[in-house]
């Protein structure tokens, strides 16, 4: 793939795993923590593409509290300390393993890296910090940018606007299928990183590739 010339990456489910949080106090959230986890994911993602629709944006810092909290009165889990334990988690993710191996990778082959994302800037610096991958991106890219979310297509234009690299030059990774079809639809190259074995969407947008982890994508492309 000659013409890949950046290799751009989702953070939230791509690089980073959203259950980290809950699992680690899976003891203290109690028998329904992959419930927790799982409503608290689904929730902070309806919530981006609803204040979007309602164009009524707040940052994902916001939205990921909101949407907890929404999670936690679900599960009727009144509990303050235990959600700020698992915010202050949330800022710390855990990288997948094979994150930091990949990107070390594409640096050494020439690609230029970033991360394109929902996330704060205070949410993705904490997480690329916490997983010392800092050296190893070219580019951290938030929607505080342009003060909208995600499939909207001004997030996507961030790329050429910062990066000056042109979308059919564009390697875009994302675990979330309908982040990968909006970043097809636009003209992005994309692989779909399906860790969680799901279908694709009933949406305009094709990956050129799908795979279930990012361990060797740098053979990929």
């Known amino acids: 793939m000659e013409q ?3 290799c751009i990456f989702d953070a939230y489910g791509t ?3 959203v259950n980290a949080a809950c699992r680690e106090l899976s003891k203290e959230v109690g028998h329904n923590w992959e419930s927790l986890a799982s409503l608290w994911r689904l929730r902070q993602v309806e919530y981006t593409w609803l204040r979007n629709s309602m164009d009524e944006y707040i940052d994902f810092w916001q939205i990921t509290s909101h949407a907890l909290d929404y999670a936690m009165e679900t599960l ?5 300390k235990l959600k700020q334990e698992l915010l202050a988690l949330y800022l710390k993710l855990e990288a997948y393993p094979e994150v930091k ?4 990778k594409l640096k050494q082959k020439g690609f230029k890296t970033g991360i394109l994302s929902n996330g704060s800037m205070k949410m993705l610096n904490s997480a690329v910090d916490n997983a010392n991958i800092r050296e190893l991106l070219d580019q951290i890219l938030s929607v505080e940018e342009c003060k909208t979310y995600k499939p909207s ?3 996507y234009d961030l790329v050429e606007k910062i990066m000056k690299v042109k979308k059919e030059n564009v390697m875009f990774f994302s675990s979330n299928a309908w982040d990968m079809h909006a970043a097809s ?3 992005f190259n994309t692989i779909w990183v399906n860790r969680f074995n799901a279908k694709l969407e009933k949406l305009p947008g094709k990956p050129i590739n799908i795979v279930n982890s990012l361990e060797k994508i740098d053979e990929i492309i």
Request: hydrophobic residues 45%.
């Open 76 to 80: 009727e889990i009144d509990n303050i």
């Open 153 to 155: 297509k001004k997030v």
């Open 4 to 6: 890949i010339k950046a």
């Open 101 to 104: 191996d990949l990107l070390t």
């Open 185 to 187: 639809n636009y003209g």
């Open 15 to 17: 690089l980073f795993d």
